[in-house]
């Protein structure tokens, strides 16, 4: 079985030298239970878990017959190299090739351990990775603006209405206009400030007034 770490589209590799004995990939539900009045307890299912997977093995400073190939990188390089990836802030990939099963996922670095151990100055590690899930950013703008498009069309501008206005006559007052438009004598001084009257004795026919 191969293991591969790729990085930025394959631009960077690093083929395990000694593959991990044995591998789990873990995801689950994010399943809810609630509790509905006469009925009990429910089970919601919820959607699938991010997967995640711990690697566990150890960069050997020469073959010691564990090795599936030759010309490995010395075990500083792949430290180095693991640790580049982890401080950049982008996943990587994550690929295993056996005989009946091939898994090819996105992943970011959840934490990278390493130790030396008495003896041969070889380097053993434990690698935590958690799958990463890409968002399209276009699709999800989408969504927001039909949301908001939705919010804010239900709650239609109130429509501007127009001003009353009144076009004065012959013979007309303040008073006279006030009684008529408004049915109210004491709305005469409202008119007049509105409209800007100095002399409410002389209006003259033809004028707009606002009321």
């Known amino acids: 079985m191969e293991f591969w770490l790729s990085f930025n589209n394959g631009e960077e590799k690093l083929r395990l030298p000694v593959p991990p004995s044995s591998f789990e990939m873990q995801t ?29 093995s150890y960069f050997p400073i020469r073959d010691d017959g564990l090795c599936q190939y030759r010309d490995f990188p010395p075990p500083q390089k792949c430290v180095e190299m693991i640790e580049k990836w982890r401080d950049s802030g982008r996943p990587i990939r994550l690929i295993i090739i056996g005989e009946s099963l091939t898994v090819n996922e996105a992943m970011a670095i959840e934490s990278f351990n390493y ?3 008495h003896g041969p100055q070889d380097i053993y590690f434990t690698l935590d990775l958690r799958e990463y899930r890409f968002l399209n ?39 006279t206009i006030a009684k008529s438009q408004n049915g109210d004598a004491s709305a005469k001084d409202k008119l007049k400030e509105k409209n800007g009257i100095v002399d409410e004795n002389n209006l003259t026919p033809g004028k707009v007034l606002v009321l």
């Not at 689950?28 to 566990?56: C, D, M, P």
């Not at 429509?159 to 006559?169: D, M, S």
């Open 28 to 56: 689950g539900n994010t399943n809810e239970t609630v509790n509905i009045y006469e009925v009990g307890e429910v089970q919601l299912i919820g959607k699938r878990r991010l997967k995640s997977i711990s690697l566990a």
């Open 115 to 117: 130790s030396q151990k």
């Open 137 to 175: 950013f276009k699709a999800t703008t989408s969504a927001a603006s039909a949301l908001l498009q939705k919010i804010v069309g239900d709650a239609r501008p109130v429509e501007k209405v127009p001003n009353k206005t009144y076009i004065v006559r012959t013979g007309d007052t303040l008073l």
